[in-house]
């Protein structure tokens, strides 16, 4: 569901209040987009497939999994499936494990995707016993899939490098300066996150 038009509006107006720098470049570059994705099982599995291949590539191995295990491709489907066709489809060994790993919590009850904890450090730490998953990706999946309105993924490349643009910094924060700078900005980080990508490349910037 990710958040809202409406709700990334408020945020990032609520954050130029307190910050003149984040005014001035909303005033230059606009509002960003909505970053959307569906909350469940298949985002996830997305991710991991997704992982350091291009867009266009892990495009196509969905598309060959979707032909062996159909459109809604069940956890139970990726489960009985056989090494040899994972692997047909473009699955390395790496992440046919990563997959059963979300696979087998989800089948078994042991991660329930419908109801993560409402606190956003648990939540991550739920989703980051999916072997495959680390911070960075349940952190996106908050953000994007579950619209949780102050995930802040200071580890992300862009998001620094955005940061540091926006705030007219000399040099890209480290993670741990990334998430000092903004402390200030809560509960509205999430929104705050994606106007550091809206803003990575943005060529009125």
Not at 5 to 28: K, S, V
Not at 193 to 203: D, E, G, L, R
Request: net charge neutral; aromatic share 6%; hydrophobic share 45%.
């Amino acid at each position: 569901m990710g958040i809202s038009a409406e709700a990334i509006r408020e945020g990032l107006d609520a954050i130029a209040a307190q910050e003149p720098r984040i005014a001035a470049a909303l005033t230059r570059t606009g509002y960003p987009q909505p970053r959307i994705r569906d909350p469940g099982y298949a985002t996830l599995l997305r991710t991991i497939v997704g992982q350091q291949v291009s867009v266009a590539a892990a495009a196509s191995v969905w598309a060959k999994l979707e032909r062996l295990l159909g459109a809604e491709m069940t956890p139970g489907a990726v489960l009985a499936s056989h090494f040899d066709e994972l692997r047909g489809c473009g699955l390395s060994r790496q992440k046919q494990g990563y997959a059963r790993s979300l696979c087998e919590l989800v089948v078994s009850g042991a991660l329930d995707l419908t109801a993560l904890p409402a606190d956003d450090e648990a939540a991550i730490a739920e989703l980051v016993r999916i072997k495959g998953i680390g911070r960075w990706s349940a952190e996106i999946y908050l953000l994007f899939a579950e619209g949780r309105g102050d995930i802040w993924p200071a580890g992300d490349l862009a998001v620094q490098i955005g940061l540091g643009k926006l705030l007219g910094l000399a040099a890209r924060p480290a993670e741990a300066e990334t998430r000092a700078l903004a402390e200030a900005w809560r509960p509205h980080r999430g929104a705050a996150a994606i106007f550091t990508w809206h803003c990575y490349n943005h060529p009125a910037l």
